[in-house]
Nanobody, 121 residues
Framework: QVQLVESGGGLVQPGDSLTLSCAAS????????MGWFRQAPGKEREFVAR????????SYADSVKGRFTISRDNAKNTVYLQMNSLKPEDTAVYYC??????????????WGQGTQVTVSS
């Protein structure tokens, strides 16, 4: 069993940076891949970034590549999403998830409650 709690969302202006955190409970955190997904109003949930269990392998959606960085600290049971050069189209509820190393949301079986990120001037 893994419980996930996201934090760090908020209202920012275009071009600003924001770091999301996802704190996990449960002893299996360090053996599982982690992903970040987002869902904007009226849109389907979409993949943002993923990191394997070790933190050494990552991948990103094309829309965020070069602007977002996913990382994890297994000693702290926490995964991060550093978001730079934010755009209005990044506005969404961001979710972290635990599962296998995949870009597909249904490959993740534990989810946080989500944190709102709004990018607006």
């Amino acid at each position: 069993q893994v419980q996930l709690v996201e934090s760090g969302g908020g209202l920012v202006q275009p071009g600003d940076s924001l770091t999301l955190s996802c704190a996990a409970s449960g002893r299996t955190f360090s053996s599982r891949a982690m992903g970040w997904f987002r869902q904007a109003p009226g849109k389907e949930r979409e993949f943002v970034a993923r990191v394997d269990w070790s933190g050494h392998t990552t991948s990103y959606a094309d829309s965020v590549k070069g602007r977002f960085t996913i990382s994890r600290d297994n000693a702290k049971n926490t995964v991060y999403l550093q978001m730079n050069s934010l755009k209005p189209e990044d506005t969404a509820v961001y979710y972290c998830a635990s599962g296998i190393y995949s870009r597909t949301w249904y490959d993740y079986d534990y989810w946080g409650q989500g944190t709102q990120v709004t990018v607006s001037s």
